[in-house]
């Protein structure tokens, strides 16, 4: 009963129109109505300790990196770089935009801003050049998705706060699945595009090459710093979070010298707006996560999933699907913040890996973000090269099915994820 009064009040919010920081705050009312009556002391104190983590600092953080990144000319140069590597292949930019997205994704972990961030800079070569605009703009939304898994990822920030897990452990754990899914989008573009008459770009000279990479070179310094200071654990991800925003700032100012006063008011400013958004889910997700845990919903899961609980991989097969679909319809962040402290003790009692589940909710929730109607991730492509969604929904769809195809692969062997992740937290 108490989880049909929690899932009919939250989507019944959300249909109306109302925020979901406010609909998650909405249903834990309704709960707490139903099991002791409102208290406005335990509503305002769980907010606050919601909110009050010292892991959840690293966000901001990490948002300001990828913000000082763009404006002060690290996104351009590792643009440049990249294409003077493999544009010049048969669909080289759409390479590039696979190569490009990936370093992107190990700089600020922000799916949203880094697929803005391709789209404004990648669409209009793509179009110039006479790529399918459809296909072009799912293949950056699929490639922006894997931000949240490459570390630095902030939602595997939100996954460890939530679920109380390592979040050092989720980034190690996330690199080779996240290697694994920009394989794969290698693999369908090179077979969507092999007998496309797209124009090459000129092969660039080993001078140039050597030049675009130099200038690039300090870009690929930071996920270096972070994966190995994390690695030894010379800092903790918070930690990580304030070096890498000083390091991009430095290297914006000090190097580049393209860090405006103004860009860099407009880049804090933009960072503080995301930090905000997100800290008030959060704090609104606590609410519902502590009224959740008494109206017992965990345990109704775990009865729900039982006959399920001797087969692990049948179970997070049917887990996925679920994700998937609930992704379709609730973003990438309240899908994290509502799901995760239900599902995980389902998973505990099952005995799976909680590090290795978290990748992979992450890696599933993901791919909602590039799924109709919500889509966010998809939407911003389109909204930036003015594309219609109906179109950009048929491109996306073979890069889809290939994530899901990588999300099925570690299902059915789990060593790919555990494995290189104890090699790597050693």
């Known amino acids: 009963m108490a989880a049909i009064v929690f899932l009919g009040s939250l989507f019944g919010s959300i249909a109306i129109g109302m925020p979901i920081a406010f609909a998650l705050l909405t249903c834990a009312l309704v709960l707490m109505a139903m099991e002791f009556g409102v208290s ?3 509503l305002a104190q769980k907010l606050i300790d919601g909110a009050d983590s010292y892991p959840l600092m690293a966000i901001p953080f990490f948002l300001l990196a990828g913000e000082f990144m763009n404006a002060g000319g690290l996104s351009r140069r590792i643009v440049a770089m990249a294409m003077s590597l493999v544009g010049h292949y048969r669909g080289g930019l759409g390479y590039v935009v696979i190569g490009t997205g990936l370093l992107f994704a190990s700089l600020s972990g922000s799916a949203i801003a880094d697929t803005a961030t391709l789209a404004v800079m990648l669409l209009p070569m793509m179009r110039q050049a006479g790529y399918d605009l459809n296909r072009s703009a799912g293949l950056m939304a699929a490639t922006g998705i894997i931000a949240p898994i490459i570390p630095p990822s902030i939602g595997f920030i939100l996954l460890g706060v939530t679920a109380n897990l390592s979040i050092t452990r989720l980034f190690m754990a996330g690199i080779v699945p996240g290697l694994l ?8 573009w090179w077979m969507v595009s092999r007998d496309a008459r797209y124009e090459p770009m000129e092969r660039k000279s080993w001078g140039e090459v050597w030049k675009t990479v130099k200038a690039g070179s300090f870009a690929l310094v930071m996920p270096v710093i972070i ?25 914006s100012v000090a190097v580049y010298r393209e860090m405006t006063i103004k860009a860099l008011y407009e880049a804090t400013l933009s960072a503080a707006k995301m930090t905000a958004v997100i800290m008030l889910l959060v704090a609104a997700s606590m609410v519902s996560a502590y009224l959740i845990t008494i109206a017992n919903i965990p345990a109704q899961v775990v009865s729900l999933f039982e006959p399920l609980l001797d087969s692990p991989r049948l179970l997070l097969l049917a887990i996925a699907l679920a994700v998937l679909l609930i992704g379709m319809v609730l973003d990438f962040t309240p899908a994290i913040l509502i799901m995760v402290p239900v599902l995980m003790p389902v998973v505990k009692q099952a005995g799976i890996d909680p590090v290795y589940f978290g990748v992979l909710f992450v890696m599933t929730a993901a791919i909602g973000m590039i799924t109709p109607p ?53």
């Open 40 to 42: 406005a002391q335990i």
């Open 374 to 426: 919500v889509g966010a991730v998809l939407n911003a492509v389109c909204g930036v090269g003015r594309i219609p969604i109906e179109g950009a929904v048929k491109g996306v769809l073979p890069f889809v099915f290939a994530e899901i195809a990588v999300v099925i692969l570690l299902i059915l062997w789990p060593e790919l994820v555990t494995v290189p992740a104890q090699w790597l937290y050693r």
């Open 227 to 251: 994966v190995g200071g994390l690695k030894f654990g010379i800092f903790t991800p918070t930690e990580a979070g304030i070096i890498a925003a000083a390091y991009a700032l430095v290297i």
């Open 181 to 188: 899914m920009a394989l794969s989008l290698v693999i369908v």
